[in-house]
Every structure is written in structure tokens, then in C-alpha cells.
């Protein structure tokens, strides 16, 4: 586990005017959750790929611990992300898919075994190891992803919309799913959504981006109780 700085990160796209994200500083303490709320465009997703690496960093720096990442490659960064498209492996079974990356990375059978077991009971997967992708309900596809990325260990967990193709009912208890998933794991989380109920729900603290600016970081009580 780490902690997470954003110190004035900025992205300017390529062609830009003005910066996608800019002058970000934000901390996320060591096993926090943390939701990046605000309206398409105010610059959410970029913020999480400059975290993953996945988005060139313009200016200012990006930390994970007291490593300084901003130009390390996703691979070297310990993180691991969810997307909302979490694309399974179709003719690949459960256990498989969630132990996929492991075994590129050259994990023994035996370890991997008993990673995606650990996870599979975590997740209330166990029964569906052996089943493919399409004999899963949504909501069962999202823990496989879920699962795909704990069984990594990651320092850092990354989630993008990962609620956003599911239906409304399986939204609000997946999501509880996830935080408490989150809690139990203790694994420092930065989460994105357009989805104000769902960030005052989720996090532990909200931070609310608006063109590209952040607006204000608080604990959801303090928002509620705002004026
Ligand atoms: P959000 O995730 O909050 O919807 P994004 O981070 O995707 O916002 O986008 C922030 C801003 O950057 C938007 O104005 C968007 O149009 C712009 N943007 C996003 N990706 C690119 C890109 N690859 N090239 C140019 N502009 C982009
Ligand atoms: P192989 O992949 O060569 O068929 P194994 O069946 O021993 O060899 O699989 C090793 C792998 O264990 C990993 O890829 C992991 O994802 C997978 N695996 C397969 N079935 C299970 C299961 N029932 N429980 C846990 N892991 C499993």
C-alpha cells in the first residue's frame, strides 16, 4: 500500500488551448478511498491515466509513496486499474482471466492457484471459476475484473466508471460491494464518476473537479452538511 500525490499535474492535449487538467494537487492518504466526481470533460479520466501512466504529464509531478513516477512506464507504477469496459477474455474460463496476468508474469501454477482462490472467495466467485464470461450475470463480470486486478496485489487500485454499464439496481449494490471490498482489502483507491450519489456514497473523502480545476476536497459528511 501507498499513499498517492498528484503535485500540480497538469496535461495539456496536444492542439489544447487550455489544460485538460490543470495544476492538479491532491493527496490520497495510504489505504484511503478516494472519488474524482465532476460532469463529463472536467478532466477526471486524464487525471487517473496520468496516475496509471497512461497520459503524458505536462507539468508538475505525480508520487506514489515517496516515488516519484511521473515517468515511469503503467508497468513499473504497482498499480492496478478497472475500466468500465472491463473486456474478459471470452473463450477463457474465471479462474483463468483472473489469473492471466500473473502468469505472464511467470507466477508458478501452484501460487497462482491459490491467488485467484483467495480473491475468488473474496469476491463470492468460487462457484464460478470454471464458467466462461458469458454464463455470468453483469454484475459477476465486474468482480472477475475486480478480481483480475486484485490478484495482482497492486499498491494502488484504479477504477474508471467501473459501474456505468450495469443497471440501476445492480449499480447500487455493486457499489456497496466495492467499498466494502475496498475496506476489507485496506488498498488505497482513487475512483472516478459523473455520479455525485455514488461518490458521497463510495469515498472515504470526494474530490470535485470543474474544468479541469479542482473545486473541493472534503469527507462526504462535511459535504452533506455544507450550506
Ligand atoms: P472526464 O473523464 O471528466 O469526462 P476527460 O479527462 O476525459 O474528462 O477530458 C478532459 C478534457 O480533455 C475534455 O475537454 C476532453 O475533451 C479533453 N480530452 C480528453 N482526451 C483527449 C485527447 N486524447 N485529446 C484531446 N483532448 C482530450
Ligand atoms: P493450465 O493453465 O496449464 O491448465 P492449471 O490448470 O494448473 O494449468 O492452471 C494454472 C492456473 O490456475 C492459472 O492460470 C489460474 O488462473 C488457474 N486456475 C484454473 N482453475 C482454477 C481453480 N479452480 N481455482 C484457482 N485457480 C484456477
Do not use: W
Not at 474524482?36 to 486524464?46: A, E, I
Request: charged share 25%.
Amino acid at each position: 500500500m501507498a499513499s498517492v500525490t498528484f503535485d500540480k499535474a497538469t496535461r495539456l492535449y496536444p492542439g489544447g488551448t487550455k489544460p485538460a487538467v490543470d495544476a492538479l494537487e491532491l493527496h490520497v492518504e495510504d489505504g484511503e478511498f478516494l472519488v474524482l466526481v465532476g460532469p463529463s470533460g472536467c478532466g477526471k479520466s486524464t487525471s487517473l491515466r496520468m496516475l496509471a501512466g497512461l497520459e503524458d504529464v505536462n507539468g508538475g509531478a505525480i508520487r506514489i509513496g515517496d516515488r516519484d513516477v511521473t515517468h515511469l512506464p503503467p508497468k513499473d507504477r504497482d498499480i492496478a486499474m478497472v475500466f468500465q469496459n472491463y473486456a474478459l477474455y471470452p473463450h477463457m474460463t474465471v479462474a483463468d482471466n483472473m489469473g492471466f496476468a500473473l502468469k505472464i508474469a511467470g507466477v508458478n501454477k501452484a501460487e497462482i492457484r491459490s491467488k485467484v482462490e483467495e480473491a475468488a472467495k473474496i469476491l463470492d466467485l468460487t462457484d464460478y471459476l470454471d464458467r466462461k464470461p458469458k454464463a455470468l450475470s453483469g454484475g459477476q463480470r465486474q468482480r472477475v475484473a475486480m478480481g483480475r486486478a486484485i490478484v495482482r496485489e497492486p499498491q494502488v487500485f484504479l477504477m474508471d466508471e467501473p459501474l456505468s454499464n450495469l443497471d440501476a439496481k445492480l449499480r447500487v449494490s455493486t457499489r456497496t460491494q466495492i467499498a466494502s471490498l475496498q475496506r476489507r482489502l485496506g488498498i488505497t483507491t482513487v475512483y472516478v464518476t459523473h455520479d455525485q450519489v455514488e461518490a458521497l456514497t463510495m469515498g472515504d473523502r470526494v474530490a470535485v473537479l470543474k474544468d479541469g480545476l479542482l473545486q473541493q476536497v472534503d469527507s462526504p459528511r462535511t459535504m452533506y452538511d455544507r450550506p
